[in-house]
């Protein structure tokens, strides 16, 4: 842990790990504002939203943030990183995460949970099926190593990011309950 506060964090991880969990609890703990990157990416019926970029160089230009390591290939990493003071990875087992998931998409499916612009999560019928842009738990399998793949590229191009990686939501949980608190004078 670096000997200060971040003021601008990235928590990377597989899908359904607790990226966004994770991510509001920083930023209550240490004031950040939480952008929650999947709200800026899907406009509404699950469309990519054109301010996406403008929307992350945005926010990213501003002095206090945390917020999901996502949309990579689509650009975000170009924009977000060099900025980013901080890099936590969730690299919890696969068994963990897809727990995690699956709890996650039955409960927003049931309840119908509004998500981003108007998007709810699909029918349940959805996670049978075998595109994994239409199906969540495929869209995990698809991509179970990509930060195992990705992160050692991210860190050699970004040498002002600290890495905390943890390997499981206990782990997570001590860490966090180590951090310091930010306090404003």
């Known amino acids: ?3 200060r506060v971040p003021d601008r964090v990235l928590i990377a991880g597989l899908t ?3 990226k966004t969990t994770l991510a509001r609890r920083l930023a209550d703990r240490w004031q950040l504002t939480h952008v929650e990157i999947d709200a800026l990416f899907h ?3 699950w469309t990519p939203r054109s301010e996406f970029l403008d929307d992350v160089a ?3 230009a501003t002095e206090r943030w945390v917020t999901e390591w996502q949309y990579t290939s689509k650009g975000a990493g170009e924009i977000l990183e060099p900025r980013a003071e901080l890099a936590v990875w969730l690299d919890y087992p696969w068994r963990v995460a897809r727990r995690r998931l699956i709890r996650r998409t039955l409960s ?3 309840r119908r949970t509004e998500l981003w ?3 709810r999560e699909g029918s349940l019928l959805r ?3 075998r595109d994994p842009e239409e199906n969540i738990l495929a869209w995990q399998r698809k991509t179970r190593n990509a930060w195992r793949e990705r992160m050692p590229d991210a860190l050699a191009r970004n040498p002002q990011l600290t890495l905390v990686r943890l390997s499981s939501p206990a782990e997570t949980e ?3 309950a180590a951090l310091p608190v930010r306090v404003e004078r």
């Open 1 to 3: 842990m670096p000997a």
């Open 16 to 18: 359904g790990s607790g």
């Open 43 to 45: 406009g509404p019926n």
């Open 58 to 60: 945005g926010f990213a």
């Open 108 to 110: 927003r499916s049931l």
């Open 117 to 119: 612009n108007g998007n």
């Open 127 to 129: 996670l049978v099926s």
């Open 174 to 176: 001590a860490w966090f």
